[in-house]
């Protein structure tokens, strides 16, 4: 605990003066700041409070082993001593823990883009079942989902979907879903019963607000065309030239949105996507790079990288990163979740202190 107690207490000097900032009517009159200041504020209250817990039984250990030769209160020190102890172990885990660096895009929402791949029409179908599942995730989390942008098939698929999900700490839970889901069961068009297996790619991107984008792409490097939507929408398609075009001629990535009324809704749209599909490319680039040297616990989290597996003849779920294998797919494709993520969070969190360990 040594290395890390002055950081500890640098936490909790830090927390001490924001609740006296906070309390400042100055402040208070400054809403953005007051909630920037309140965020802050409550990212490290539980590493506060268990670190003043800690404190607290460490003392209590240290009475306990004081009294342990007196005649009257040995028995009852030794007793002490027997929770104590475990606990303080506890703590010193947990602090650990806590402590860990956090990834700074952890509490943005996503921008999800899920993708039918191999399989043809059965590929687009287990993507519309992936949106689903995510779709009753956010729901048991009460965040909202939104479809930003969808290309469908004639069999009630999708070729592709871009959603976005708002919420707290949603790229927290949501960035380990980023690979190749691959299915195993006999497709509704299989007249011979035969099971079959196809894939479909999930990206997830953390959505970045106006001042977050500020320096991620220069408005320079990007072409924009202005064209007339496609498709069904009486007179308005037909007379008015709303569609958006972005290009990153860096890159080459592309955003096209046509789903608004109005050009400047679409704009604002396909500038969310450029962003985060701008960032998310050169957070791939970093990670293979890192990943060349040390292979982390959850993947790289890039594409074509096989995660999980639904065989739903066996009803079983397999998330190939971490070895985990739940015999309950019909749950999680109803977007129960929260233990295939619980494990990969805890995953990842070995795998870091493995590092600092290592240090």
Same mark, same amino acid.
């Given at each position: ?83 104590? $102890? ?152 037909? $007379? ?120």
């Amino acid at each position: 605990m040594d290395p890390i107690f002055s950081q500890l207490q640098a936490v909790v000097d830090r927390y001490d003066e924001l609740n006296q900032m906070l309390a400042d009517p100055e402040v208070m009159s400054d809403s953005k700041n007051y909630m920037a200041l309140s965020k802050e504020a409550g990212g490290i209250r539980e590493t506060v409070e268990t670190f003043k817990r800690y404190q607290q039984v460490v003392n209590d250990l240290l009475e306990a082993e004081e009294l342990l030769g007196d005649a009257e209160m040995g028995e009852l020190a030794k007793e002490d001593l027997a929770t104590l $102890k475990p606990e303080k172990a506890e703590l010193e885990e947990k602090l650990k823990v806590l402590m860990l660096p956090t990834d700074p895009n952890d509490d943005k929402n996503i921008i999800m883009e899920i993708r039918g791949a191999a399989g043809g029409d059965e590929s687009s179908l287990f993507a519309a079942d992936l949106l689903g599942m995510y779709r009753r995730y956010a729901e048991n989390q009460g965040w909202s989902l939104q479809i930003v942008d969808e290309t469908t098939t004639e069999v009630g698929g999708y070729k592709e979907v871009v959603v976005m999900i708002v919420g707290n700490n949603v790229y927290s839970k949501l960035k380990f879903e980023s690979g190749a889901h691959r299915v195993q069961r006999v497709p509704s068009t299989e007249t011979q019963g035969r099971i079959h297996t196809s894939t479909a790619t999930v990206g997830v991107m953390p959505e970045f607000e106006e001042v977050d984008a500020e320096g991620l792409i220069d408005p320079k490097d990007v072409r924009e065309d202005v064209y007339r939507s496609s498709g069904a929408g009486g007179q308005h398609v037909n $007379k008015t030239s709303s569609a958006i075009r972005l290009t990153h001629e860096p890159t080459g990535i592309t955003v096209a949105m046509q789903d608004e009324r109005s050009q400047q809704q679409n704009r604002a749209r396909a500038w969310k996507i450029l962003n985060a599909r701008v960032y998310d490319h050169f957070a791939q680039e970093n990670e293979a790079e890192y990943a060349e040297q040390r292979k982390t616990a959850v993947g790289s989290g890039a594409r074509s990288e096989r995660i999980r597996t639904y065989n739903y003849p066996q009803n079983r779920v397999t998330d190939h990163r971490i070895g985990l294998t739940l015999n309950k797919l019909d749950r999680i494709i109803a977007g129960d979740l929260d233990e295939i993520i619980d494990a990969l969070v805890l995953a990842e969190q070995t795998a870091k202190l493995a590092e600092l360990n290592q240090q």
